[in-house]
């Protein structure tokens, strides 16, 4: 069965770090990009980062540029997202999701069921 | 930035009844990198269509997209009680944007 597995989120300060993990199985990992998309509450879906299957290509949204980054660590069929000087308006529902090509393509065909990350002093 | 805004923001039909969404992009969607998802309450997106016509895996054949340019459309021929939930167009030709979503209710 494919599956993704998030794992990481929680409350944070703002201004701390916090980083996201997402265990793959049921595919061949190291063939397909990976991203993350995220959803604050009741809102809806916005791609925040994406990686290629050889780490070779890495995208960004302008609203986390700088301050978050992505990875993988195809051994461990794992994608993280380092989360640094985090802002209330990152609270969100942070999705991992398999692109359905291994360059960036931005096609999300398998999602997992997410981990919220809250924001708040 | 392509911003994409879907209506109607909700859509009230009966079990058996035909849908019809729409996303609209404002400028064009190159190639027709133009995808669905349908998302029910506590789960995660799941992609419906890509390629502004073609049905993913396992997709049943009630669900149909159409459109090009700036126009896209999503049918639900005849709507099942599955298929109540939210709707979701992404393009994915420059970057990815997400429209606003469509929900689909019970009348």
């Known amino acids: 069965e494919v599956q993704l597995v998030e794992s990481g989120g929680g409350l944070v300060q703002p201004g701390r770090s916090l980083r996201l993990s997402c265990a793959a199985s049921?595919?061949?990992?190291?063939?397909?990009?990976m991203h993350w998309v995220r959803q604050a509450p009741g809102k809806g879906l916005e791609w925040v980062s994406g990686?290629?299957?050889?780490?070779?290509?890495?995208g960004y949204a302008d609203s986390v540029k700088g301050r978050f980054t992505i990875s993988r660590d195809n051994a461990k069929n794992s994608l993280y997202l380092q989360m640094n000087s985090l802002r209330a308006e990152d609270t969100a529902l942070y999705y991992c999701?398999?692109?359905?090509?291994?360059?960036?393509?931005?096609?999300?065909?398998?999602w997992g069921q997410g981990t919220m990350v809250t924001v708040s002093s | 930035e392509i911003v994409l805004t879907q209506s109607p923001g909700t859509l009230s039909l009966s079990p058996g009844e035909r849908a019809t969404l729409s996303c609209r992009a404002s400028q064009s969607v190159s190639s027709s990198y133009l995808a669905w998802y349908q998302q029910k309450p506590g789960q995660a997106p799941r992609l419906l269509i890509y390629?502004?016509?073609s049905r993913a895996t396992g997709i049943p054949d009630r669900f149909s997209g159409s459109g090009s340019g700036t126009d896209f459309t999503l049918t639900i021929s005849r709507l099942e009680p599955e298929d109540f939930a939210v709707y979701y167009c992404?393009?994915?030709?420059?970057?990815?944007?997400f429209g606003g979503g469509t929900k689909v209710e019970i009348k």
């Open positions: 390629g502004a016509s």
């Open positions: 990686i290629s299957w050889n780490s070779g290509s890495i």
């Open positions: 049921g595919f061949t990992f190291d063939d397909y990009a």
């Open positions: 999701a398999k692109d359905k090509n291994g360059l960036p393509q931005m096609l999300f065909d398998i």
């Open positions: 992404q393009q994915y030709g420059s970057s990815s944007t």
